[in-house]
């Protein structure tokens, strides 16, 4: 059982490796970003706060988002957790710690997704995702194998993401560099810091996390 982080940018491939992590080793993902789409979709009050904000490609605040974890992690996870897409700040770094030792748990490992951004927008621009399951394809490098139709689940409910074009990527990858970026030195200093190459095909990431993993 390990708890960790998947760190990157946007199209790091942390969603794709999150979903394969839970299937081989019955860990939970917990992604704030699929959580407040979540939102949004059942037009809750929350969703209405964050539509906009999420629209333009920025991030929403630290408060929402940790109050979001925490009611999950009181559910548990017999694997342990993933944490996907948060924490996305120190502030909410510092608030998981927290959250964590409160419950007599620790963090396990950060990985680190290192790509280019020059590969990104290529990775954004081309991704659909399952409405029914989550599962995670690319028009060039993972797409179903029946056009239209969910490889995992069978449903023709296949979706594009809003945010997921050129313009809104700028934003999304500034706010990366400036607030999300410096918890790579802030784990590092924390000594749970790995970082695996994002660019290779996805069997050669999920072996990698497996390497990390297999160590803790
Ligand atoms: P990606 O998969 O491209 O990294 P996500 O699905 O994780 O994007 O997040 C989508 C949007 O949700 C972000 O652009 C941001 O507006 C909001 N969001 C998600 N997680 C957080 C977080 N931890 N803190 C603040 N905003 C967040
Ligand atoms: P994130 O959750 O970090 O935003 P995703 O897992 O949603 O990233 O991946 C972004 C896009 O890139 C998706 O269309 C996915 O199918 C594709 N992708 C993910 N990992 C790889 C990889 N290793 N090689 C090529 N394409 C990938």
Redesign the pocket.
């Known amino acids: 059982m390990a708890n960790i982080i998947?760190l990157?940018?946007?199209?790091?491939?942390?969603?794709?490796?999150a979903k394969r992590l839970e299937q081989t080793r019955g860990m939970v993902q917990l992604s704030t970003g699929d959580m407040l789409k979540e939102a949004i979709a059942k037009g809750t009050e929350l969703g209405k706060r964050v539509e906009g904000i999420m629209a333009r490609g920025e991030l929403v605040t630290d408060e929402i988002v940790i109050g979001l974890i925490e009611a999950k992690l009181h559910e548990g996870a017999r694997g342990g957790f993933i944490f996907?897409?948060f924490p996305r700040t120190l502030r909410q770094a510092d608030a998981l710690g927290e959250l964590l030792q409160r419950m007599g748990q620790k963090l396990d490992a950060v990985i680190e997704?290192q790509v280019d951004d020059a590969a990104l927008v290529a990775?954004?621009t081309?991704?659909?995702?399952c409405g029914n399951c989550g599962a995670?394809?690319?028009d060039v490098?993972?797409p179903t194998k029946v056009a239209g139709t969910c490889d995992v689940c069978g449903s023709t409910n296949l979706k594009r993401r809003a945010d997921d074009n050129e313009e809104t990527l700028k934003t999304r990858l500034m706010e990366y560099y400036k607030k999300t970026s410096p918890l790579i030195g802030y784990y590092y200093a924390k000594g749970l810091l790995s970082a695996v190459d994002?660019?290779?095909?996805?069997g050669q990431?999920a072996d990698a996390i497996d390497r990390v993993l297999d160590k803790t």
Do not use: E, N, S
């Not at 990157?8 to 490796?17: I, L, S």
């Not at 081309?126 to 995702?129: I, K, P, S, Y």
């Open positions: 998947l990157g940018p946007p199209g790091a491939g942390k969603g794709t490796q996907d897409g997704m990775r954004v081309g991704r659909f995702t995670v394809y690319h490098t993972r994002g660019l290779a095909d996805v990431v």
